[in-house]
């Protein structure tokens, strides 16, 4: 089965652009997807050449996009910009009925759901697929000044086990909180701190008892 890139349809070229900035395998899309990977193959190969439109739908979704994002040659009305170098990747926001989580730190008069942020920058962030991270807003002045309140707190949701000390989300009697966490590894403690020295650090526990969402790994705040 010889296959020439020159002949690569919009979809092929566009699932194999997203499946790259997303750092998703085709194992994994497939995966993410609910598809068979063997289907998932063949449609990325250029071997199935008209796909079930459930089946768009579905890669679609793992891909945080629409279907004519994938199909449509001149980008469709749902296109974020005029050039694939420059494509924006929408991240949402923390959604705490998903999460298992009553309460959540996002403003709930807050209408931006979602997040647009510039694909190529977003790579050279963080290789965590875009569907494995969110964005919480910061409620309160515990981590100030560093992180201030309306904040927008870009979140690695694949670290939910803190291998290395930094700022997490925590899930706390229902709500969440934002805390710098210190790792003991030898006692397999974590000491778990606040950056407002007006706020004291709460008492060390072990590192079983956390329940984290995941690690802050970019902090967004109007100057």
Known sequence: MHHDGMNDTQLV???????????LSQKRLALVAGLNETAVRDIIAGRSRHPRHDTLEKL??????????????????????????DAFMLVARYD??????RESLTQPNQSV??????ASWLATLTPTP???????????????????SGDSLLVDLTEWSPGADGIYVLRNNG????????????????????DNPAYPPLNPIPLTEL????RVIWVGHRV
């Open 13 to 23: 070229r566009e699932l194999r652009r997203r499946m790259a900035l997303a750092r």
């Open 60 to 85: 679609a979704v793992a891909l945080d996009c629409t279907v004519t994002d994938l199909i449509d040659e001149r980008g469709g009305p749902s296109a974020r910009t005029g050039e694939d170098s």
């Open 96 to 101: 705490p009925e998903q999460h298992q989580a």
């Open 113 to 118: 759901a979602e997040i647009a942020f510039q």
């Open 130 to 148: 875009v569907n494995q991270l969110t964005v919480v807003v910061m409620d309160g002045d515990s981590m100030a000044p560093g992180i201030t």
């Open 175 to 194: 709500g969440l909180l934002v805390k710098r966490l210190s790792i003991d590894p030898l006692r397999q403690l974590v000491a778990i701190g606040s």
């Open 211 to 214: 329940d984290l969402v995941g």
